[in-house]
């Protein structure tokens, strides 16, 4: 393979429009054909990072008007869409990351690739502040899991500002992707069920979590990493099945599990239902009272249709939120609200306004208040 085919469907995250310098070819191809890239994420110091002191930023209580309202446009003066450029208020202190354009002109000798990976393996584990993350880029929408997206920094950020929350907890993450959330709550946690679909995506993600394994050493933490798909009611446990769950697994996860997280998931209306019945499925088995942490990117998009500006996966969104929130008969109730972002910047990414934190409290209600036929009554 010379070269990559960018087809018309092809989705890039904007986080690879930047790369460390590190790595700009293909390190491999996955078991689909897919080239795989990795990318160097520096933990920011105290110097280097930046905090956002408005309290109130992004701040707001759900029910509140406008967060499910139209996104009204702004026209010039012939009525045409005017799109300003986004100022950067707070600009990310340089830490040396280049352009680069994600495009292969001849795949690496994998000799070389495996010896230079083994020495950058050794230097690595000298600093605890590189993530190291295999992703591949330019991907149909089916295949987006496979790269790294700014919600993703958004979650690992948050996780990082916030380690008395989730010190020594067992956590669940929800279509984890590259694994990047997983692995930065696993410095903290102590266990984490890192969880998605597709046997080559939780290789990949069982790899990175392998090479940032000296991350976790301090804190004793373990990603684990397991096939759940949000379209099945039960959780996998076939011995023959990679990345099956055993049943001391899954008696775990419902016994000690008190946070769930998933970042940037909702952009397909179908998988965003499926999103929610797994949650209020598992929120309703679980032993404790759960705390939900969702990261989302508003994508705008302009519709020919009706020449406006609409974000309709973030309103199917706001309307799942809705329905969550609105359940009066069930197993337990939820309560939501959206997260400020105004804390610390520890991941190098352009931290825009549309990158939004969710936050769902799932409070078990008693046995005389919970209905008793044990139906999902979330639709």
């Known amino acids: 393979m010379d070269q990559i085919t960018f087809h018309h469907n092809s989705v890039l995250s904007d986080v690879h429009l930047l790369l460390p310098n590190a790595h700009h070819l293909m390190t491999r191809l996955n078991r689909v054909g897919q080239p795989v890239f990795i990318s160097k994420f520096k933990i920011l110091s105290d110097n280097e990072r930046h905090d956002d002191n408005d309290p109130e930023k992004g701040k707001r209580k759900y029910g509140e008007e406008g967060v499910e309202g139209k996104v009204e446009p702004v026209l010039d003066e012939d009525g045409d869409l005017d799109i300003p450029h986004r100022s950067r208020r707070n600009p990310v202190v340089d830490v040396g990351r280049d352009i680069v354009c994600p495009i292969i002109l001849k795949q690496s000798n994998p000799v070389l690739e ?128 990679e990345f099956n769950w055993t049943e001391e697994e899954v008696a775990d996860m419902y016994d000690n599990t008190t946070v769930i997280i998933a970042a940037d998931v909702c952009y397909d209306d179908d998988l965003t239902d499926g999103l929610f019945r797994t949650l209020y499925r ?82 078990l209600l008693p046995s005389d208040q919970a209905r008793s036929d044990g139906r999902d009554v979330f639709i």
């Open 114 to 241: 495996e010896e230079e990976e083994e020495d950058d393996e050794e230097t690595d584990k000298c600093f605890k502040d590189i993530i190291r993350i295999e992703h591949t880029m330019a991907t149909p929408l089916e295949d987006v899991g496979k790269q790294v997206w700014r919600g993703a920094f958004l979650l690992a950020d948050f996780i990082l500002s916030k380690p008395l929350m989730f010190r020594g907890a067992t956590v669940l993450e929800l279509g984890a992707g590259t694994g990047l959330a997983s692995i930065t709550m696993a410095t903290i946690a102590k266990t984490v069920y890192c969880t998605d679909v597709g046997e080559d995506l939780l290789s990949m993600c069982k790899r990175n979590a392998t090479l940032n394994t000296h991350l976790m050493e301090s804190s004793g933490g373990e990603v684990r990493v397991r096939q759940l798909d949000w379209l099945q009611n039960d959780l996998c446990t076939d011995a023959d099945v």
């Open 282 to 363: 598992l929120c309703s088995n679980l032993l404790h009272n759960c705390t939900i942490i969702i990261s989302i990117e508003k994508r705008m998009n302009f519709m020919l249709r009706n020449l406006n500006v609409s974000c309709k996966a973030y309103d199917h969104f706001s309307h799942c939120l809705t329905q969550l929130q609105d359940l009066t008969d069930g197993r337990c109730s939820f309560r939501v609200e959206q997260l400020p972002s105004n804390f610390p910047q520890f991941l190098s990414y352009e931290r825009i306004e549309q990158l939004e934190l969710w936050k769902v409290t799932s409070t």
